[in-house]
């Protein structure tokens, strides 16, 4: 017997960068939700975890669940589509997607600040383990 899960596989769409996920976002919220092809809503979905990456999907009709009312019909949506088969766990709650959105807010120091960070780290790692080791 065929699944809902045979008929549509899980596929991660998460947005390149900020940039990338603001035009799809921009570009598919013009569109009717209930009307979008299932990779066209994927993509949309992952795109406004990767932007907004405190939302969850849960309890999204709260009034402090953080979600906006414009952005409140995006969930309602995939809740209907998950409720009907059409996204599994994994695609209605995007952590991929949102995970990026956070790491690629930090702030990154240069890759050789990074490496002096580790090295200068691990020498203290080691110094510890030694003096550990002579007492």
Known sequence: MKTSKDEYPSRQYVPKNES????????????DLGGL?????????YALAYLNPGLHPDGYELNDSGWTPQQRPLAQEAWSRA???????????PTDAA??????QLP??????????RTHLRGHCHRGQQAANNK
């Open 99 to 104: 995970w990026a959105g956070i790491y690629d």
């Open 20 to 31: 990338d996920a603001i035009a799809t976002f921009e570009r598919l919220t013009q569109e």
């Open 37 to 45: 092809p299932r990779e066209d809503f994927l993509h949309l979905w």
């Open 83 to 93: 409720t009907h088969g059409e996204l599994s766990d994994e695609e209605l709650y």
């Open 108 to 117: 990154h120091p240069p890759a050789s600040a990074h490496t002096r960070r």
